[in-house]
């Protein structure tokens, strides 16, 4: 091993978003993470979305949009065949 070119690894806390903390071994000296061992889905079991920029709730929205246009377009689709209808009996 050569000496001084390696950097120095000291004991590091690592925090989560969930408020769980654990140390370990790092030449970082904290660190912060969104999800760890003890509230990541694959562990827990329970379903869980991380959405830190809001992309859920805009596939929602986009989602229920298109919904909308879906059941306009239908209603029109009816208006206009029962219109087509009543042409063809009068004449
Ligand atoms: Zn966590």
Redo the contacts with the bound molecule.
């Keep these: 091993m050569k000496t001084s070119i390696h950097p120095d690894a000291h004991v590091t806390k690592v925090t ?3 408020g ?1 903390s654990f140390d370990t071994l790092s030449t970082i000296e904290e660190i912060s993470v969104e ?2 061992s ?2 990541h889905p694959f562990f827990t079991g329970k379903q869980k979305i991380v959405d830190t920029a809001g992309r859920v709730d805009k596939f929602k929205a986009a989602r229920e949009a298109a919904e909308k246009a879906k059941a306009e377009a239908a209603e029109r689709a009816k208006k206009k065949s029962a219109k087509e209808d009543t042409t063809e009996t009068e004449a």
Excluded: L
Aim: with cysteine; proline share 0%; hydrophobic share 25%.
């Design positions: 989560c978003a969930c769980n999800v760890c003890s509230c």
